[in-house]
């Protein structure tokens, strides 16, 4: 049985192999006319001497022009050096040189000065006295920075703000009272946004009238004898504690026009 099996599996087959082929030849010789076909077409056009085949003309873009390309070159400036020229052969050339003399300058008979010095006039012999001698007072009013304060003391080691202002102005020719209250009776009064250098400010301390005085330095500081840091020194005008016990201030005559020369 099983053998009857595969012998009508085999035809079966045989059978299906057979009739595919059969189908596909058919098929096969269609492609080869085909074929065959369009090559005898390709052969007729190229014999007919009526056909003429023209060629494919192709026309390319026009590249621009490209543009000149600038080259830099170096350019180095000739060294021009100066010939040293001997005093021998002047005067040998083909061209020598000509000498000129140089003009000599005419000299005057008198000479004229640049600045004609005008005689000094009292008045201005009297400025220049006082700015000078103002200069000479605050000189002397430094000397005694750093000297420790001593209540009444006037001369020697110590002193107090009365005492320092007498020693200063002695030098001077100036011979002030002992207190700063008497102080306070000499001299004009002066507004305080007039104040130089060498005037007297007096301030109102223990006491209502004057008890304390000082000696204008400029530039808004005075110089006296403090009772607080027990010394001479500086110390500002505006400074809270003597700005609210300032009274006035006066200015001693120092503009003797002959005083110190």
């Known amino acids: 049985m099983l053998i009857k099996r595969t012998a009508l599996s085999l035809i079966l087959l045989i059978v299906s192999l057979y009739a595919e082929s059969q189908r596909r030849e058919p098929s096969l010789f269609l492609e080869y006319e085909r074929e065959l076909k369009k090559t005898n077409e390709s052969q007729k056009i190229d014999e007919n001497p009526f056909i003429k085949t023209v060629p494919y003309l192709i026309i390319t873009k026009p590249t621009p022009p490209s543009e000149p390309v600038v080259k830099a070159v170096a350019y180095t400036a000739p060294i021009l050096k100066n010939e040293k020229v001997t005093t021998d052969s002047i005067g040998q050339d083909i061209k020598p040189f000509l000498l000129v003399p140089k003009p000599t300058a005419i000299a005057l008979k008198e000479s004229i000065p640049d600045k004609i010095e005008e005689p000094i006039t009292k008045t201005q012999k009297i400025v220049h006295n006082i700015r000078n001698v103002k200069d000479k007072v605050l000189a002397r009013a430094k000397d005694f920075l750093g000297t420790p304060y001593g209540f009444g003391n006037k001369d020697g080691e110590r002193t107090d703000c009365s005492g320092f202002t007498q020693q200063v102005y002695r030098q001077f020719g100036i011979t002030l009272p002992r207190s700063a209250a008497e102080q306070a009776q000499l001299g004009e009064d002066v507004n ?34 403090s009772y607080a840091n027990q010394k001479v020194q500086y110390d500002s005008i505006d400074k809270g504690y003597y700005k609210q016990r300032f009274m006035y201030a006066k200015r001693l005559a120092l503009n003797e026009p002959d005083y110190g020369e």
């Open 192 to 225: 305080i946004d007039d104040l130089q250098v060498g005037d007297l400010l007096f301030y109102r301390t223990y006491k209502s009238d004057p008890s304390h005085v000082a000696i204008y330095a400029g530039d808004g500081q005075i110089i006296h004898a």
